[in-house]
Nanobody
Framework: QVQLVESGGGLVQPGGSLRLSCAASGFTFSSYHMNWYRQAPGKERELVAGIRATDGSTNYVDSVKGRFTYSRDNSKNTVYLQMNSLKPEDTAVYYC????????????????WGQGTQVTVSS
């Protein structure tokens, strides 16, 4: 049974920090690209950060570059999103997403989602 379990969300003041975690099970974690998406009320879901299975390289949406750091620990089947200098506009539900395995052609890859964790940045 595939599971992606996010944790670490909460309420934080502007300028504060949070670290989100996503623990994966039920699939070969090291063969999956892992992404974080977020969705604010009334807005489309957007890709915040991604980390590749093949080389661990990362990419970020422009609005979080320099503030968020994404990492993965294949020994723990977990990814971490360190969020610093948080802004009110970072308020959203954050979703963990797994796409793979990488040795499948793109059209045949699985696409798994977590249940989401709320991040609220407010004074």
């Amino acid at each position: 049974q595939v599971q992606l379990v996010e944790s670490g969300g909460g309420l934080v003041q502007p300028g504060g920090s949070l670290r989100l975690s996503c623990a994966a099970s039920g699939f070969t974690f090291s063969s999956y690209h892992m992404n974080w998406y977020r969705q604010a009320p009334g807005k489309e879901r957007e890709l915040v950060a991604g980390i590749r299975a093949t080389d661990g390289s990362t990419n970020y949406v422009d609005s979080v570059k320099g503030r968020f750091t994404y990492s993965r620990d294949n020994s723990k089947n977990t990814v971490y999103l360190q969020m610093n200098s948080l802004k009110p506009e970072d308020t959203a539900v954050y979703y963990c997403n797994a796409v793979g395995p990488t040795f499948y052609v793109t059209s045949r890859r699985n696409n798994y989602w977590g249940q989401g964790t709320q991040v609220t940045v407010s004074s």
